[in-house]
């Protein structure tokens, strides 16, 4: 299964803070899966959903009750568009169900929609881009949708949101005061976030005015490196490509490693995964 989700920014605009970390970390396992794939219909079978998001095997009913409340916030996963004097709603799924009895999923992309997880100019960098399982760690929903948004500003280190959006993005209850802010939403994001983005600060940003009434706030943190693109890590023989010059490379990379593994020890390890497969089932 993909491991990488990506799609255009705009995706962060949509709103999806009322939802539980494991109902998003549900949702972007499936966006991830749907990348590059157009619109056709796709089937997953939810045990390999369940073991993909490292959701406990031993909760069936939560799993299915996980399952069952995506399905129904789907309806309210909406973009909304405004041009030329026309304001669009447009949803991010044709299809979207859930079978309990067989277990599968059946999803569907809109073709309105199409353009943000398909239609990708890698060159624009107009996309976010994040590896899901960095992701699916975070337990807070706020540190998952400012991670998100941290991602989206990896080039320049740099977000900066007004208040009102702040709370509208990440749906902080509007009763919320700067410090229930402080402790209750940006407490638990430095918490989490500051191991994956390195130098991670939030500045808050202040009226000059008298009250110091609070505007919004700065995150600053240091920058990913710039790489060129490989749209093919892997080549036809299982040797990993040369990785490109300048780029920030693990002490481990081997650029002469080639797969070694012979035909039979493949059908070996096959045959041992679809027997776990087949016992997770039963």
Known sequence: MKEVARYKNEMNTLSIGKWTAEEMNFLFAILTQVRD????????????LREYVEFDRTQPKRWN????????????LVYFNMEDNVF????????FSVKLDEQVVTVRVSEEMEYILNK?????????QFEFFEFATLISVY???????????????FWKVSLEDFKSLLSVPKSYSPSDIDKRVLKPVMKELPSIFKGLKIHKIKSRRRGNQLLGYEFTFQKETTQKWIDDKFGNAGETKNAPPGSKTPEWYDPDYK?????ESQKELE???QESLDRMKN
Request: net charge positive; charged share 35%; glycine share 4%.
């Open 120 to 128: 990708l100019r890698i060159d624009t960098g107009n996309w976010t």
């Open 259 to 263: 797969n070694e593994t012979t035909p």
């Open 37 to 48: 794939e157009g619109c056709k219909e796709l089937k997953f079978d939810t045990y390999d």
């Open 88 to 95: 669009e709603a447009m949803p991010l799924f044709r299809k």
């Open 143 to 157: 540190s998952k949708t400012v991670y998100r948004f941290l991602k989206q500003y990896r080039k320049t280190g």
């Open 271 to 273: 045959r041992i995964k």
């Open 65 to 76: 009750k996980t399952m069952i409340a995506v399905t129904k916030k789907i309806s309210q």
